[in-house]
Antibody, heavy 120, light 106 residues
Framework: QITLKESGPALVKPTQTLTLTCTFS??????????VGWIRQAPGKALEWLAL???????RYNPSLESRLTITKDTFKNQVVLTMASLVPVDTGTYYC????????????WGQGTLVTVSS | DIQMTQFPSTLSASVGDRVIISCRAS??????LAWYQQKPGKAPKLLIF???SLEIGIPSRFSGSGSGTDFTLTISSLQPDDFATYFC????????FGQGTKVEIK
């Protein structure tokens, strides 16, 4: 059974860097084609894809946010970490991590999401 | 960036209705499109990938079609559990989501 869970601060100040951790079970980065992505959703708004990392350490970023994002994985800990720099209030929203397979870009298992508020 | 436009933004329907939601890409994306269902306070749920492939465990009343720039999600007979918001996602070039279609009770 695949599960994912996001963790990180609920409140971050403007200009600070956000660090989110996705801890998962039921799959491994040792499996070919596996990937974990981050997607966020501002309150009442659409989904926005942020970043994706694959089993072979291939990393992809949303071009409009790439300069602010870093995604890494820890195969032994079954974790993926996303950092986002230079936060502003419009970065407020729910951040999800999600699983993909076959080197694809659609997400078949999602975490419950974690709400991050950017405010002074 | 590839923009995804969904329509309608809100749809009022009754149980048993056939519901069609549309999604248009700003440039061709072949069949690299997925559909998700999201309920309030919950994570999205994958329904369809590669435009028309039904995800395991999803009821057969859901179907997807289209290629190139125009796509549709059809619910053949709306059930009470289907009132939710639906998003399309292109994954031809990076990934972008549509703005969502809320299916509400008529």
């Amino acid at each position: 059974q695949i599960t994912l869970k996001e963790s990180g601060p609920a409140l971050v100040k403007p200009t600070q860097t956000l660090t989110l951790t996705c801890t998962f079970s039921g799959f491994s980065f040792r499996s070919r084609g596996v990937g974990v992505g981050w997607i966020r959703q501002a309150p009442g708004k659409a989904l926005e894809w942020l970043a994706l990392i694959y089993w072979d350490d291939d990393r992809r970023y949303n071009p409009s946010l790439e300069s602010r994002l870093t995604i890494t994985k820890d195969t032994f800990k079954n974790q993926v970490v996303l950092t986002m720099a230079s936060l502003v209030p419009v970065d407020t929203g729910t951040y999800y991590c999600a699983h993909t397979h076959s080197n694809s870009w659609f997400f078949d298992y999602w975490g419950q999401g974690t709400l991050v508020t950017v405010s002074s | 960036d590839i923009q995804m436009t969904q329509f309608p933004s809100t749809l009022s329907a009754s149980v048993g209705d056939r519901v069609i939601i549309s999604c248009r890409a700003s440039q061709t994306i072949s069949n690299w499109l997925a559909w998700y269902q999201q309920k309030p306070g919950k994570a999205p749920k994958l329904l369809i990938f590669q435009a028309s492939s039904l995800e395991i465990g999803i009821p057969s009343r859901f179907s997807g079609s289209g290629s190139g720039t125009d796509f549709t999600l059809t619910i053949s007979s709306l059930q009470p559990d289907d009132f939710a918001t639906y998003f399309c996602q292109q994954y031809d070039t990076h990934s972008t989501f549509g703005q969502g279609t809320k299916v509400e009770i008529k």
